[in-house]
């Protein structure tokens, strides 16, 4: 858990790897490598590690997790962001972009 509050997510994830091969039953461990894989930005494996919560834990404990799965799937759509403005229009041909090949 060290390697997590270091903000060393990389190794916070191999750690929890390893705890969640002992003890596959362990739902701290999927909840811990979740909330590296959120930090990581890497979305679809800490929904993987919540939906497994959801299964080892009971259902009043699961609604939290449901929450943040929910929250993780609309992020994962995302909102659009802003937008380029449109290129000026070149006063004359030095002005000019070239075009993309």
Known sequence: MDALDRGDFDAAIAEFTAAVTKDPRNPFSYIRRATAY?????????????????????????????AKIRKLEMSKVGVPGPRKPPARPARNLREAEPLDE
Do not use: M, P, Q
């Open 38 to 66: 959120e930090k990581k930005r890497a979305t679809a494996l800490a929904i993987a590690d919540y939906r497994k919560v959801l299964t080892l834990v009971d259902e009043d404990t699961g609604t939290e997790f449901a």
